[in-house]
Antibody
Framework: QVQLQESGPGLVKPSQTLSLTCTVSGGSISGSYYWSWLRQHPGKGLEWIGYIYYSGRTYYNPSLKSRVTISVDTSKNEFSLKLSSVTAADTAVYYC????????????WGQGTLVTVSS | QSALTQPASVSGSPGQSITISCTGTSSDVGGYNYVSWYQQYPGKAPKLMIYDVTNRPSGVSIRFSGSKSGNTASLTISGLQTEDEADYYC??????????FGTGTKVTVL
């Protein structure tokens, strides 16, 4: 059974860079999957941030593209998110998730981690 | 990219059927057969219920079904049960390999 687990600081100062890692267990990250980051503002809906194929090809939400970097480390079976120049509007629960090639649903999700942007 | 439009809330009695709509544009819902639906309980991660408009992942109840007409997709829950009370989100693949989500619908079982 594939499991995803987010990790990283729960508090980030304004203007700094938010950094999160998603560790994949129960399966290899080097398969026909797109590894994704999504977020949910408190009491609000879901927002797709972007995803990466294990080969390194990335796709980003146009509204966040200038601030987002997603990378993958196949040796550690993990992938990461960096969001620069954060503001209070980036306070949200951040989820990592998997999308299988050939389908378009996100079939496995991490439990989510709350990141608060505050000085 | 604008969020897909869903009704804020839908309710029904146990045993009834309800339908949640998800309206987009020809650039997302109408342009691709790539709509997914997610169920989310408070404080929990979303769970995939339907993918590619009509497909159910293994383990999802057959009471959940999806469809699409033009720019509007729908999720139908038949034989409503108390455990179905949750938030539901639609999502669509859109141009340039991006994704857009719906505004979310709170389902209440009366």
């Amino acid at each position: 059974q594939v499991q995803l687990q987010e990790s990283g600081p729960g508090l980030v100062k304004p203007s700094q860079t938010l950094s999160l890692t998603c560790t994949v267990s129960g399966g290899s990250i080097s398969g026909s999957y797109y590894w994704s980051w999504l977020r949910q503002h408190p009491g609000k809906g879901l927002e797709w941030i972007g995803y990466i194929y294990y080969s390194g090809r990335t796709y980003y939400n146009p509204s966040l593209k200038s601030r987002v970097t997603i990378s993958v480390d196949t040796s550690k079976n993990e992938f990461s998110l960096k969001l620069s120049s954060v503001t209070a509007a980036d306070t949200a629960v951040y989820y990592c998730a998997r999308r299988t090639t050939g389908t378009t649903g996100f079939d496995y999700w991490g439990q989510g981690t709350l990141v608060t942007v505050s000085s | 990219q604008s969020a897909l439009t869903q009704p804020a809330s839908v309710s029904g009695s146990p045993g009834q059927s309800i339908t949640i709509s998800c309206t987009g544009t020809s650039s997302d819902v109408g342009g691709y057969n790539y709509v997914s639906w997610y169920q989310q309980y408070p404080g929990k991660a979303p769970k995939l219920m339907i993918y590619d408009v009509t497909n159910r992942p293994s383990g999802v109840s057959i009471r959940f079904s999806g469809s699409k007409s033009g720019n509007t997709a729908s999720l139908t829950i038949s034989g409503l049960q108390t455990e179905d009370e949750a938030d539901y989100y639609c999502s669509s693949y859109a141009s340039s390999s991006t994704y857009v989500f719906g505004t979310g619908t709170k389902v209440t079982v009366l």
